[in-house]
């Protein structure tokens, strides 16, 4: 069995192959959306690699809710159909997944993931929670008997804390009307803390992406984009610890996303805003360090989910998968 | 089997027989907890009861993590003992769980509860959801194969709105060092709104405790009560919608305790405080009205899910359930 695995997301869009189940490493390329017309152009393209060949399956993981076989981006204005897929990969074995369900469905294969330990815990048996900021915020959880739970977390409330979180949340709500956890816990919420610290400092804005910030940031050059990184990681934690409340993850808990890793010596170690954020919950400090917390280093874990999700018993979940003949 | 049923929350303890697994409603009492020195006094006061009898098995639901075979109640200075419930109430066949467990574990038997329809949505097979608010918030999913899911909502981060709820959350922020859900969705919550509300208005807080709030305000003779009973119906269908997003609950969503209950005239109809803010979700306002919810008007549900539990799969759950010989 030969399967096409993919991940697209808001900005990036990555394929590799599965040979019965298993990722093949080499097989793995990550392509910038903004190089394609549309999904049916960038999967054409990564078919058309030599090396490719035929596939039996095809099973592809959206940043959308996944309700029918035509689904629409949610941060960018592509529309991604099963016919089409099933057309241009040459099977009628189609699945569309919500991405962050491909990524509990990696949480079933969790010896895969290359991972680093930020908090230790305690991992035993039980719900195990993946959650992670890149162009938006989402997670989802593995329960018991490996199902996964769907979720559209991003578009939850944010919680600020008063001063420059609270300017954060008013910022957007004048903007939207809401402030979602999507706005905030993403590139575009770094960028806007790292103008509100400007503004707050009275310099002017010099950087004007989130890879720009985080690389100064992180170097200490530069004392606004070092506030705005550990202001967005110490909110990632406090939100991550609301969602440990909310899963009670004795099984663990999973970072991932683009900003995530670009954000790791913020979230790394007992000491960093990220953790003390996360431990921050009054009465429920000690409940708090129990949880384990790993940071995944892996690129590729939602296509290790694509190759996992046939195999789980929850493949029918409505909001998370659309699968069946073309 | 005849099994003694207890829903001990921060203020009002709850007990009732069950007879091979049925509630009996005439056994069902509700007692103050003011009136007791401690748990074992209102359980002996119970069992003392001419018409109770013996039982075989009790089930305790508390308003707490379960983590072992003595708790403390969050909310109150009570601790609860397994080995003293077995002494008093002479069985050996003694349980603990979690007061929203006991409620995730009533919805399997959800067609035994009275409910009056909020928004009407399609419930269909999936995730089930409660949620409530009384002396504190919390809630609880019942997932595909009975499998209940374990909660501490109540400790997660409170997202406001700018305005009132802003103060409210920098209130209360400025006392515990952060603003948790259990401070706001509740009695305190609403008490403290209504006292930020006569502020506003410039009139002296003529009432000190929830229920004169909820009774003035529903009734419209106060303004301020009003303005108080309308916020805080709004924050929970915003919280509400935030748990929807979540958990995705397919299955339909249930609101309970007695602040909820309350609230009932700002939360029932789709052009309710409530109803508009569970709905203004922005994008996800589609999905969002794919939700069924259903308020539950009988105040003996998590008596009903106490007696459930037993034959639920997931009777073990660690911060769950203790079980087992005592």
Redesign the interface.
Known sequence: MRALACDLGGTNVRFGLGIDGRLDPESVVQLPNDRFSGFGAALKHYLGQARVGGVDRAVVALAA?IDGDTIRL?NRDWTIARAEIAQIAGTGDVVLINDFVALGAALSRSEALATRPVLPGAA?Q??KLVLGAGTGFNASAL???G?V?????G????????GLE?EL??HF?GR???C?LDRVLSGSGLVALYRLACGRSGRAAQLDDAAAVTAEGAGGRDADAALACGTLAGMLG?TA??LA????P?GGIYLTGGVTRALAPFIQGADSPFARAFL?????RE?MQGFALDLVVDDSAALVGCLAWPDL??NN???ACAAGPT
């Open positions: 809710p949610t035993e039980g719900v329960v018991a008997d199902h739970l769907a979720a559209e977390i578009h939850t409330g944010f919680a600020p804390e008063p609270t949340r008013d709500a939207f009307g809401r979602s406090r610890g609301d409340l909310t899963f009670l004795r921050a919950k009054g009465r429920m409940l018993p929850s979940v409505r909001g």
